[in-house]
């Protein structure tokens, strides 16, 4: 497949990558080659920083985010890509500090993923929501099968600043144990066309939880 043609100065770091504080870290090329469908790309960060990307299919112009879980531990930013056909695709990230309030993130760096090989099922991540892109790391599980084993999934979290965790299969709370620092773990189970929420609870009311992470189901 023939390689897209790209504008110049597209590829790689863009003006304001450097002011937001990133730096490369698991990828220095912004040129990728897989032999698989899934790549995860990190990025080292000297400040907090708010964070999304975006992945477009350079033959379809499709674009696609739900492929794309985005999280963060320590000063690591990372970005776990999942792709659901071969050829090249445009990796964007857009980034801005966290204590600025503008709404538009500007791009801050691009890649081009040259995606050979469908080595993987691709199965949606769950969807993010505000609040998990603030130093959350998820373990597992990263996706759920709505068509595999519903019973006894284990979740393992980190969650800054916790208070308590819970999931939610529609009106079912499930309580997740602190093992530790910011870390939750527990089992819960899901049902098949059921809302499945991860949710936490930063202090305050007792009965006040904001939604992390919702799986699709």
């Known amino acids: 497949m023939a390689k897209p043609d790209l504008p110049r100065g597209y590829l790689g770091a ?9 730096s490369t870290y698991s990828h220095n090329e912004p040129e990728i ?3 698989t469908n899934e ?15 975006n992945l477009v299919n350079t033959i379809t112009n499709q674009e696609s985010s739900d492929t794309i879980f985005t999280q963060t531990q320590g000063d ?3 970005f776990i890509v999942k792709m659901s056909s071969v050829g090249y695709h445009k990796f964007q990230v857009f980034a801005l500090p966290a204590s600025d309030d503008s ?6 760096y691009n890649y081009l993923i040259n995606c050979t090989r469908l080595s993987n099922r ?10 998990w892109r603030q130093g959350c790391y998820l373990t597992e599980p990263l996706t759920i ?16 600043g916790a208070k308590a965790v819970a999931v939610t299969v529609g009106d079912n709370w499930t309580q997740l144990e602190n093992t530790g620092s910011d870390n ?18 930063f202090g305050g009311e007792a009965s006040k939880y904001a939604t992390l992470l919702e799986y699709g189901l």
């Open 103 to 108: 709404k538009t993130l500007p791009g801050v």
């Open 39 to 53: 790549v995860e790309i990190k990025f080292r960060t000297k400040n907090p920083v708010k964070v999304t990307a």
């Open 76 to 78: 690591i930013v990372s």
């Open 33 to 35: 080659t897989l032999d």
């Open 14 to 22: 863009q003006p304001r990558f450097g002011e937001v504080g990133l």
């Open 145 to 160: 099968d709505p068509d595999g084993p519903l019973n006894n999934i284990r979740f393992r979290v980190l969650i800054p």
């Open 184 to 201: 939750w773990e527990g089992r819960a189970s899901a049902v098949k066309g059921e809302r499945l929420t991860l949710n936490a609870n």
């Open 122 to 131: 691709v199965l949606q991540f769950p969807k993010q929501y505000a609040q």
